[in-house]
């Protein structure tokens, strides 16, 4: 999303108050507006505001998300996810993916902000799509694999928060959770970001 008061160009993540953002454009056309990476591209856009969230919290509300659009039992959520990592949507894949596939489009810098910060982009934001995700109880060995899944995003909100970043310097701080890559190497030909 463009602010054209301000000048600042926001990526929308999914659970990440994109509904809330998008919002703002609909209600203020004349100060928002929505745009794909051309539009970044075409004018040269070398920043781009991130709204980062805590993985955990993040994941447990995607999940409610999903029970709630797929209509599955948190049984079948647990099973999934121990089994593979269950339904991989916008709403649980990793935010650090959606920073990549702006990088991979545009050469750009991204400051990241907490998603408590989403008040200051306009005060009359208002928040939607809170869905609840404390009724979600999960086993500590799913919790685990939720744990090891997502750090990309613990790796993205514990070390860059209100910091600006290019996705190269992310990755480089990825790379050295030696856990995380001994599993991804299993992975190299489907995962060539990591690997080049």
Known sequence: ????QRGEYYLTIHKNGS?????LAVDNPTRYSLHNTEFLKKNNVDRVVVFVRDPIKRVMSGLATQMAIYSISQQAIEKMTN?????IDSHTIPQFWFLMAVAK???????IRSLDMLNLVDYNIQQLNKSSSNNIKLSDATLTKI???YTEDIVLFNQFQNSTATVEEIRTKILLETNFIDDLNQYKECLTFYFK
Not at 105 to 111: A, I, R, S, V
């Open 105 to 111: 489009e545009l050469d750009c810098k991204f400051d």
């Open 19 to 23: 509904s809330s953002l998008e919002r």
């Open 1 to 4: 999303m463009f602010d054209n």
């Open 147 to 149: 744990n090891h899944f």
């Open 83 to 87: 089994n593979t990592f269950g339904i």
